[in-house]
């Protein structure tokens, strides 16, 4: 079988331009060879006797957490938001309706409260060892109970200059809570890698990860954003970018390290470490 895989692999690249980024497409072609010997040498387990018990108890402990989230996000539904971070009142970004904000600010027809918020940013980003490029994030909340957004990473070869890779991303914002000191997000939606890369990840894969935000006090923001992309025969990439930026206004100047790992679940990955740069808008 893995003399097999080889041999498609070899003719798959051969109908391909030639890849740029040798480091990051073997990472992945490497760790699905691993994968398959593995996969030989493993034996199958019997069933314990006890599998139907234990079934029936992790069922009811799914579904209990499942009921806790659906109370807490639906408190998510009073939630409103400033025109940006730090616009009013010193600290205030996110009220709540009779709890955290004075009552004229929900009572004035003229006032700023509202139930959407919105940001887009532009970066500079560098992976040590394998590239440079440029990331491109919106995010918004359309209500306080579900948002959208949207990300584009584009990679450039720097070191032998010889194309480029790019991954969108596309899908929802669950918000599991919401405050000014500290904010959770779930974030779930599509995923898909273009231009020169291994045609192992030029397929549609399913995103899930998270994001939280702080504002502890004016003018800092703390934000760490975190997923996997997971795609065809068990491979994954996991993205993390940890942030720090400082408001002016309604811009938001940030710096954090930004961190790329691929390979194939249960077996070896390989991993860039890098920083990333860059101006953020809040409307």
């Known amino acids: 079988m893995k003399r097999i895989l080889s041999l498609v692999l070899a003719v798959l690249c051969l109908c391909q331009p030639i890849c740029a980024f040798g480091a990051f497409d073997e990472a992945i072609e490497d760790s699905q060879e691993k994968k398959e010997t593995r996969k030989e040498e493993s034996k199958p387990k019997k069933n314990s006797p006890n599998s139907s018990a234990r079934d029936s108890a992790e069922g009811s402990l799914?579904?209990?957490?499942?009921?806790?989230?659906?109370y807490v996000w639906i408190i998510n539904a009073y939630?409103?938001?400033?025109?940006y971070p730090y616009s009013y009142n010193g600290t205030k970004y996110v009220a709540y309706d009779g709890i955290s904000a004075d009552s004229a600010d929900f009572d004035d027809f003229a006032s700023p409260l509202r139930r959407q918020r919105f940001s887009f940013d532009s970066s500079l980003v560098y992976l040590k060892g394998l590239a440079v490029g440029n990331e491109s994030n919106f995010d918004?909340?359309?209500?306080?109970?579900?948002?959208?957004?949207?990300?584009?990473?584009?990679?450039?070869?720097?070191?032998?200059?010889?194309?480029?890779?790019?991954?969108?991303?596309?899908?929802?914002?669950?918000?599991?809570?919401?405050?000014?000191?500290?904010?959770?997000?779930?974030?779930?939606?599509?995923?898909?890698?273009?231009n020169e890369v291994t045609p192992l990840l030029k397929d549609n894969a399913f995103f899930l990860g998270g994001e939280l935000k702080s504002y502890p006090f004016k003018p800092l923001?703390?934000?760490?954003?975190?997923?996997?992309?997971?795609?065809?025969?068990?491979?994954?990439?996991y993205d993390s970018d940890l942030q720090a930026g400082i408001l002016i206004n309604r811009l938001e100047i940030f710096a954090g390290w930004?961190?790329?790992?691929?390979?194939?679940?249960?077996?070896?990955s390989s991993h860039w470490n890098g920083f990333d740069s860059g101006i953020r808008v809040h409307f």
């Open 258 to 268: 930004k961190y790329l790992r691929t390979g194939t679940t249960n077996s070896d």
């Open 79 to 83: 939630a409103r938001y400033y025109p």
């Open 62 to 70: 799914i579904q209990f957490f499942a009921e806790i989230f659906a």
């Open 140 to 194: 918004c909340m359309l209500y306080p109970l579900i948002g959208f957004y949207a990300k584009n990473l584009i990679l450039f070869d720097h070191i032998h200059n010889e194309g480029n890779m790019g991954n969108i991303n596309l899908g929802a914002n669950l918000p599991i809570f919401q405050t000014n000191f500290l904010s959770l997000y779930l974030k779930f939606g599509w995923s898909r890698w273009y």
């Open 221 to 237: 923001s703390l934000k760490w954003t975190f997923g996997w992309q997971f795609y065809e025969n068990d491979i994954f990439v």
